[in-house]
């Protein structure tokens, strides 16, 4: 049984940051793939970034340059982190760290607001 638990979403003015954190504990496998998506009100869930078991991350396009996805392997534990920097108000949503080994887990969210 693998738990998701994630932190740090919040209120940024335009131009700020934010720093996400996700923890998955429990039997995490050895080819876990984590990654970040977030979804608008009405809209559908988008990745926003990946990061393989290897650490090889992948970004969107709109993530690409502003933001940076880590991982920090541990016995029983791996904990994921999305910088983001240069937020605008197009990053506002709902953001959903996600865990895929042979299974797919989803976190609870947390909500990510850019506004003056």
């Known amino acids: 049984q693998v738990q998701l638990v994630e932190s740090g979403g919040g209120l940024v003015q335009p131009g700020g940051s934010l720093r996400l954190s996700c923890k998955a504990s429990?039997?995490?496998?050895?080819?876990?793939?984590m990654g970040w998506y977030r979804q608008v009100q009405g809209e559908k869930r988008v990745l926003v970034a990946s990061?393989?078991?290897?650490?090889?991350?992948?970004?969107a396009d709109s993530a690409e340059g502003r933001f940076t996805i880590s991982r920090d392997n541990a016995e029983n534990t791996v904990s994921m982190f999305l910088q983001m920097t240069a937020l605008t108000p197009e990053d506002t949503a709902v953001y959903y760290c996600?865990?895929?080994?042979?299974?797919?887990?989803w976190g609870q969210g947390t909500q990510v607001t850019v506004s003056s």
């Open positions: 990061i393989s078991s290897n650490n090889i991350p992948l970004y």
């Open positions: 429990g039997r995490i496998a050895s080819i876990a793939s």
């Open positions: 996600r865990y895929s080994a042979y299974t797919t887990l």
